[in-house]
Every structure is written in structure tokens, then in C-alpha cells.
């Protein structure tokens, strides 16, 4: 059977892939591998594979401040959002703690409207050190109607919400801790208000799906989607700002001055508008005022909203474990998978597309779905540039089984290459023009975006590419220093080395080899956890924290979860 075919097979009862693979408790208490490791990859016991953790560790700890940790101290010095998240998934392995303090700091800056910004400043740095700077955004003062803090300075955009998501693996890491803290009863409400800010206030097209109002939010800075919507806008003067990042790397690798001048004038734009979101949409198009929804940029990203879906079901695991039932939050990700297929999928192409909400002819704009009348015609139209944010969605767990069987044959397929011309896949289009393999998101790959498609793969099925792609995260993280970036083909770090979320995921992959990254314990195999011993005998366990009982073995996730508590 082809291997994308393999991907209709699934049950309609499943756990999330990204949820933990055993019964969670303090990492230390793990006393037994499931299943055997990888081939090709040293097992978690082989002194290089222990090297290979120290040393990870170590990145983190030399790019921690005092409560959070910056992605890399020369490039980027302060806090950001989405490297956050991803750094605290990694750190909980080293300190539950520590990662519980990683994502409590990033919220303490949240905005009165519920935006978590997508960089919170070191007052420390000095300001020459990074643009945009404090003094560009003007937060206290230019954001204070939305509700800035006063007390510490942070940009007026964000980024992508994978917080939730990253808040329930930390606590799935020592629950006894986490609910000892009071951990996520604090965290719940700030993210489910970081939600609704982005479910209410950034709904520009009227489907149900966010939108972005700057490259800076998608977190693919200057990835080729973007060329046609910053086309439209007049780029900042030149001489108006001065380019820190420039001291620190190449600038053939980094995005362009015209584009950078493209990025500080939407920025300068939304600041002097009071980061106001308060656009309306209609039928022809979106209108509004000074704020996002009257502005030329404006674009649907599919890796934004996925992140945003996976966080929902997040949310849910997380409001179950205080008392609730989480259903409607699993409700409203399913309504959100069918808006994201409905708004952005192409079936010819095998992938999602982002959508120009300010393009096209709104009146035409390029609409998959069939001639049905009775539904909103789309505004916009589709961006016809293949990057990863495409194939981003496949970590959802409710994606229709033909679109989950055809991101996968894309990301096999000529355009990405992976498992044949590439190890890991390249965030764009290795056919198209504009592919340059070390220019930041124009072609080279990046470990995160590797880290979720690993999880996609292996939720839908496919365990053998999951695998594959597993062993090369490892050995390029490796090889390259923890890379901030690398060349798909050669794997030759770019940008910045030591670089955290590079780190963090290695050590969360390297934990997956102590559960043969399956989520299932092989026959005969004794785990000890918490005090508890698990023994399996032929039938598969899973302790994934879903709540969603695994057939055939009597064990739900919340009850494991719960079991794995520390006294």
C-alpha cells in the first residue's frame, strides 16, 4: 500500500499526537525505555546521545536571563512570544519549574484586550542592540487604549499562539507541581483571553479564520507569501531606522531593506493607530478605520490557525483537568478545521495556501469550495506560493483523510523533497523562483516547523517518516551547533548557532526516545512512575493525558495523568 494511502486508515476515537506518550511525572522518575530506539539514532542511554542533551541544556541555560530565555543573545536579546512556547516544551525536561516560569513571564506582559505581545524587552539591553526597539513600539503610551502594561515594554503585534499548546505539555511534565502552584488555574483564563482576542478582533474576512496584520505575527518573517500583499505598501525611508540584526549576520541570509522598509512602515502604521483592530467586514472586502481591518495588509495564514486549533484542543485538556468538560472548545476546534479546509485548502495542489484578504478581486476571489449559493463568498484571494505554512496543518487531528493523505504526498513530493532530496523540509518551494536556501524563510529549514511536522506524521500514521524525521532533527541539531536555521540540501548552519528553540525541541525529541516516540508500550515492557508500575502484556497503553479512552485497554489519559502525580 502507498504510504500516503495508509493515512485513511484511522479510528475515529484518537488521541493527539502531541500529547505525552507516558504517564507523566517528574522526568527523573522514568526508570525503563519503551520500546526499542530508533535505528540510526543513539539511544537515550548512549553516552552521545547524553552529550547531545548536556549540551542542550546548556544552550538554554547560557540563553536564560533572570525568569525567561532569549532565542539567541547577540540576534535577538529580549523575550519572544512563539520562542517562548517552543522553549518551554524543550525545558520541561531540564525544570518543569523553570518552564512553568518561561511561560508566566511571557503572560505577565499580556494587554488588557488579551494580545500577548510578540516581544516582551529586557530593560536591561540597550536600545541600539535590537530594532524595532521599546522606544519604536511606544506600548505604554501608544497601546494604552488596548490596554498595555505600564510596567513593562513590548511590541504592539504577536504572534503565533502556540502557548496553550505548550502550557499543557509543561503541566503534563510534573502535574503534582503544576497543581501544586496552581499553575494552569492561573494560565487558563490568559490564554483563553488570548483567544478570544485573536477569535474576535482579528476575524477580518468574516469565515471564522484569524488574520495576520504583519509578516513579524505569522513568524516566517520574509517567506515568498508575503511578496504580493507587501507590494502594495510604501516602505518606510531608509535612512528612518538602522537594521541591528545586520550586525549579527549575513546580509545575504537576512530579509531585504526594501522588505524591512515594508515591515517598519506596517508597524509604524499600526502603533500610530493606537494597535487598534477594529476593522468590519463585509461582502466586498474588508473596510474599517486607522486600525488593522483599513489597512493593506491583511492575510489568513495556515500555519497561524493551525497552531491556534492545536492550542484549542490544548485548552480543552487543560479546562478537564480543572473540572470542566472542555467539549465546546473541542466544538469550536473542529468548526475552525472546517473554516481553515473551506478557506485555504487547494485539492490540485495538495496544500494550504495563505489568503490575501486585500487581493484579487474580492468579488472573485479564488473559491474552491463548489458553486453553492447559500454560503459567504470568500473574500480575497489564495497566495499561489508553496511555503511550510502550508503543510503545517497536518498536526491537526481533524483533518479530513484526504487532505491529511495529501499534505503528506506534497511534503514527499518535488516541492519539499523530503526524505529524498532533503532531510528536513525547506520552508519553501524548491521549484520556485524566489527559493534561496539560506535566506532566512525563503528556502532554508527550520527545527521547529520540523518539530510539528513530526508530530503530524506520526498522529496520522505514518510512524516510519516520523522516524526519518526525527533522526535528522537530532543529527542536524547536532552538526550544526543548534542552528537557528540550516541549508535543506547540505544541512550547513545559518544564522545564528546555539540557538534556543533549536535546543529545546532536541531535548523533547530526545525524550521521545525513551517512549519510541509512539505513545505506545511495547509487550513486556515496566515503567515506573510516581511510585506506580505500569506492566503491559501484549496490548497497547497509551497515557496521553487526552481523556480519550485507548481501545482495548481500559486506561484513559486523565486517569494516568492523574496517577502520575507526586505525593
Not at 36 to 60: C, E, K, Q, Y
Not at 336 to 356: I, K, N, Q, S, Y
Amino acid at each position: 500500500m502507498d504510504r500516503t494511502a495508509q493515512l485513511i486508515v484511522r479510528p475515529a476515537e484518537y488521541a493527539v499526537a502531541y500529547d505525552p506518550a507516558t504517564p507523566p511525572g517528574p522526568p527523573q522518575r522514568a526508570t525503563a525505555h519503551l520500546g526499542a530506539a530508533h535505528p540510526g539514532t543513539p539511544h537515550s542511554g548512549t553516552p552521545h546521545s547524553a552529550d547531545l542533551r548536556r549540551r542542550a541544556a546548556n544552550v538554554l541555560a547560557g540563553n536564560r536571563t533572570r525568569n525567561s530565555t532569549v532565542p539567541s543573545p547577540g540576534l535577538y536579546p529580549h523575550q519572544w512570544s512563539w520562542d517562548s512556547a517552543f522553549i518551554a516544551i524543550g525545558l520541561r525536561h531540564v525544570s518543569p519549574r523553570r518552564a512553568q516560569t518561561e511561560l508566566e513571564t511571557l503572560l505577565d506582559a499580556q494587554w488588557g484586550d488579551g494580545r500577548i505581545p510578540h516581544i516582551v524587552f529586557n530593560p536591561s539591553v540597550p536600545l541600539d542592540a535590537y530594532f524595532p526597539s521599546p522606544d519604536f513600539w511606544r506600548s505604554s503610551t501608544a497601546g494604552r487604549a488596548a490596554g498595555a502594561p505600564r510596567t513593562v515594554q513590548t511590541s504592539g503585534i504577536v504572534q503565533p499562539p502556540v502557548h496553550a499548546l505548550a502550557t499543557w505539555l509543561v503541566h503534563c511534565a510534573d502535574p503534582g507541581l503544576s497543581r501544586a502552584r496552581g499553575f494552569l488555574t492561573r494560565m487558563y483564563p490568559r490564554l483563553a483571553a488570548w483567544h478570544r482576542y485573536l477569535l474576535h478582533r482579528r476575524d477580518l474576512g468574516g469565515g471564522g479564520l484569524v488574520s495576520v496584520v504583519h509578516p513579524w505575527e505569522q513568524g516566517m518573517d520574509n517567506a515568498p507569501s508575503w511578496d504580493a500583499p507587501l507590494s502594495r505598501i510604501t516602505p518606510a525611508p531608509a535612512r528612518s531606522f538602522r537594521r541591528a540584526d545586520l550586525d549579527h549576520g549575513a546580509p545575504e541570509d537576512r530579509p531585504t531593506d526594501l522588505d524591512y522598509g515594508r515591515y517598519v512602515r506596517l508597524a509604524t502604521d499600526y502603533r500610530d493607530g493606537g494597535y487598534e483592530d477594529g476593522g468590519v467586514v463585509g461582502g466586498h472586502g474588508v473596510r474599517g478605520g486607522h486600525g488593522a481591518g483599513g489597512r493593506e495588509f491583511a492575510v489568513e495564514d495556515p500555519s497561524f490557525n493551525a497552531l491556534l486549533i492545536a492550542s484549542e484542543h490544548a485548552l480543552a485538556r487543560i479546562a478537564h483537568e480543572l473540572g470542566a468538560t472542555g467539549t465546546a472548545r473541542h466544538a469550536r476546534a473542529e468548526r475552525l478545521t472546517a473554516a481553515l479546509v473551506e478557506r485555504l485548502w487547494d485539492p490540485a495542489e495538495g496544500m494550504f495556501f495563505c489568503r490575501d484578504l486585500r487581493g484579487g478581486d474580492p468579488e472573485r476571489g479564488r473559491d474552491l469550495r463548489g458553486g453553492d449559493p447559500g454560503r459567504r463568498p470568500l473574500t480575497g484571494a489564495l497566495i499561489p506560493e508553496r511555503g511550510i505554512s502550508g503543510l503545517v496543518p497536518l498536526l491537526l487531528p481533524g483533518l479530513p483523510r484526504e487532505v491529511a493523505a495529501g499534505l503528506v504526498g506534497t511534503l514527499r513530493g518535488p516541492h519539499f523533497g523530503l526524505g529524498t532530496a532533503t532531510r528536513l523540509a525547506p520552508s519553501y518551494d524548491l521549484l520556485g523562483e524566489a527559493f534561496d536556501p539560506h535566506r532566512y524563510w525563503r528556502g532554508p529549514a527550520w527545527f521547529n516547523t520540523s518539530w510539528l511536522l513530526e508530530r503530524g506524521l506520526r498522529l496520522h500514521g505514518d510512524q516510519a517518516g516520523a522516524d526519518a524525521l526525527r533522526r535528522a532533527v537530532l543529527d542536524i541539531a547536532d552538526s550544526s551547533d543548534f542552528a537557528e536555521y540550516v541549508d535543506p540540501y547540505t544541512g550547513e548552519a545559518c544564522g545564528a548557532t546555539g540557538f534556543s528553540w533549536t535546543a529545546a525541541l532536541t531535548l523533547d525529541l530526545l525524550h521521545d526516545d525513551t517512549t519510541s516516540g509512539t505513545g505506545a508500550m511495547t509487550s513486556g515492557t515496566t515503567v515506573t512512575t510516581s511510585g506506580t508500575t505500569v506492566t503491559t502484556s501484549g496490548t497497547d497503553v497509551t497515557a496521553s493525558g487526552t481523556g480519550v479512552m485507548t481501545p482495548g485497554t481500559g486506561i484513559t489519559g486523565i486517569t494516568a495523568l492523574k496517577g502520575g502525580d507526586r505525593g
